[in-house]
């Protein structure tokens, strides 16, 4: 089993920035991450939850939908087990529940995700 808490949702106007954190824990998680990916997704209001990024434990390459690219930053601290998402020049398109994800798979491009957190609003005032 993986635990996965989110952290650092707020408000926050246009043009500024945010750092969400997901804390990953599990007795088997040291061997389970050598091998898997993390995500970030979101779900707006009356919207479907959608794919954000996503990194690997192991390598730390990085897939980023269109609609963040160049403004988010995914990255990951192996001995924290923590990964982050580097929020700037975030939109009030961005307001959502923000979720972390982890999947004992390296394909970046599948969104099949396996464990999920609870989730952190973020909301963008204009």
């Known amino acids: 089993q993986v635990q996965l808490v989110e952290s650092g949702g707020g408000l926050v106007q246009a043009g500024g920035s945010l750092r969400l954190s997901c804390a990953a824990s599990?007795?088997?998680?040291?061997?389970?991450?050598?091998?898997?990916?993390m995500g970030w997704f979101r779900q707006a209001p009356g919207k479907e939850r959608e794919f954000v990024a996503a990194?690997?434990?192991?390598?730390?390459?990085?897939f980023y939908a269109d609609s963040v690219k160049g403004r988010f930053t995914i990255s990951r601290d192996n001995a924290k087990n923590t990964m982050y998402l580097q929020m700037n020049s975030l939109k009030p398109e961005d307001t959502a529940v923000y979720y972390c994800?982890?999947?004992?798979?390296?394909?970046?491009?599948?969104?099949?995700?396996?464990?999920w957190g609870q989730g952190t609003q973020v909301t963008v005032s204009s």
């Open positions: 994800a982890a999947d004992k798979s390296l394909l970046l491009q599948q969104l099949k995700y396996e464990y």
């Open positions: 990194i690997t434990w192991s390598g730390g390459s990085t």
């Open positions: 599990g007795r088997t998680f040291s061997i389970y991450k050598i091998t898997s990916k």
